[in-house]
């Protein structure tokens, strides 16, 4: 159990250092909290506000902050142990809760991405949240951008319940579920922002 928990450990912190604020700062003395509409140090808005190339990086870095604790943990830990949820969770609460950042965090797409993708071939969640994630581009074509992910990481929670009671895969499914519900919080939480932000906007001009 130890083993797992330090796993996890590990996971949250990696997943607490927040790529996507620190690189624009770094490199291009951005702050895309300030900058941003929604204030969310995610790689969406690196793209957006600090060009491709920035944008691609610090996408890359949130990936591999949940592949590499979650990969490592993999090879050496057995997946089917329940305790194995809490490493699956760990990188995607730590972007979530932003140790390092006053406990504020991003929506934790990519890092959760990231963290799916350690898995394969394991287990192929990753492609069922890309299907999703294509079929909400089609379905909810208006913005916000939450919308979208909270119908992809919906579709994906289902998916999960059903290994979970009909196949028998708890270890594995109880971790996404546990990312699913993350993810979906904190863009209900985006949405809750963005309707509070509008109001007040709309309070100004009157």
Same mark, same amino acid.
């Given at each position: /159990?130890?083993?797992?928990?330090?796993?996890?450990?590990?996971?949250?912190? /990696?997943?607490?250092?927040?790529?996507?604020?620190?690189?624009?700062?770094?490199? &291009?003395?951005?702050?895309?909290?300030?900058?941003? $509409?929604?204030?969310?140090?995610?790689?969406?808005? =690196?793209?957006?506000?600090? #060009?491709?190339?920035?944008?691609?990086?610090?996408?890359?870095?949130? *990936? /591999? &902050?949940?592949?590499?604790?979650?990969?490592?943990?993999?090879?050496?830990?057995?997946?089917?142990?329940? =305790?194995?949820? =809490?490493?699956?969770?760990?990188?995607?609460?730590?972007?979530?809760?932003?140790?390092?950042?006053?406990? $504020?965090?991003? $929506?934790?797409?990519?890092?959760?991405?990231?963290?799916?993708? =350690? %898995? %394969?071939?394991?287990?192929?969640?990753?492609?069922?949240?890309?299907?999703?994630?294509?079929?909400? *581009?089609?379905?909810?074509?208006?913005?916000?951008?939450? $919308? &979208?992910?909270?119908?992809?990481?919906?579709?994906?929670?289902?998916?999960?319940?059903?290994?979970?009671?009909?196949?028998?895969?708890?270890?594995?499914?109880? #971790?996404? *579920?546990?990312?699913?519900?993350?993810?979906?919080?904190?863009?209900?939480?985006?949405?809750?922002?963005?309707?509070?932000?509008?109001? /007040?906007?709309?309070?100004?001009?009157?």
């Amino acid at each position: /159990m130890t083993r797992y928990l330090v796993y996890s450990a590990v996971g949250f912190v /990696m997943g607490g250092l927040l790529f996507s604020y620190y690189i624009p700062k770094w490199l &291009k003395h951005i702050d895309i909290r300030e900058k941003s $509409k929604d204030h969310n140090p995610g790689t969406a808005n =690196a793209f957006m506000l600090a #060009g491709s190339t920035v944008g691609t990086l610090c996408l890359i870095c949130d *990936l /591999m &902050k949940g592949l590499v604790p979650v990969a490592a943990a993999a090879q050496r830990l057995d997946v089917t142990n329940l =305790a194995f949820a =809490a490493v699956l969770i760990g990188p995607v609460l730590g972007h979530a809760c932003g140790p390092f950042n006053g406990w $504020k965090g991003g $929506k934790s797409i990519a890092v959760s991405f990231g963290v799916l993708i =350690a %898995l %394969l071939p394991v287990d192929s969640s990753v492609w069922i949240l890309v299907i999703s994630y294509l079929a909400a *581009l089609v379905l909810i074509r208006h913005r916000p951008n939450e $919308k &979208k992910t909270i119908y992809a990481y919906g579709v994906l929670a289902i998916y999960e319940g059903y290994q979970w009671l009909i196949v028998g895969r708890r270890a594995v499914a109880l #971790g996404i *579920l546990g990312i699913c519900a993350i993810v979906i919080h904190r863009n209900l939480a985006g949405l809750k922002a963005e309707k509070e932000n509008r109001i /007040m906007q709309e309070q100004v001009e009157i």
